[in-house]
Nanobody
Framework: QVQLVESGGRLVQAGGSLKLSCAGSGPTITNYAIAWFRQAPGKEREFVAYIKRTGTTYYADSVKGRFTISRDNAKNMMYLQMNNLKPEDTAVYYC???????????????WGQGTQVTVSS
């Protein structure tokens, strides 16, 4: 069973940058699609980005051009580089892994516990 642990979330000013990490343990993540989701208070969990096993990436329109998802299979690590952060990016960010890729939570089997990102204006 894959276990995921996020880190890197903190308070940052608008316009700033932050890099989130997600460490996988258990089976290698090589054969899994990886995604980042986020959930703001009072809102549903929403898709941010995914990266396929092949390395192909896809982003939500709200973060396209500002966020970059990446993976290091050798280290069993996944990352989300976030630039030009906005107050509306404030949320708990979750990494997820699954055997198929997609933009809904049900596409992914394994989830981390989340890391809080707060962007001040």
């Amino acid at each position: 069973q894959v276990q995921l642990v996020e880190s890197g979330g903190r308070l940052v000013q608008a316009g700033g940058s932050l890099k989130l990490s997600c460490a996988g343990s258990g089976p290698t993540i090589t054969n899994y699609a990886i995604a980042w989701f986020r959930q703001a208070p009072g809102k549903e969990r929403e898709f941010v980005a995914y990266i396929k096993r092949t390395g192909t990436t896809y982003y939500a329109d709200s973060v396209k051009g500002r966020f970059t998802i990446s993976r290091d299979n050798a280290k069993n690590m996944m990352y989300l580089q976030m630039n030009n952060l906005k107050p509306e990016d404030t949320a708990v960010y979750y990494c997820a892994a699954g055997t198929r890729y997609g933009m809904v939570t049900s596409d992914y089997t394994y989830w981390g516990q989340g890391t809080q990102v707060t962007v001040s204006s």
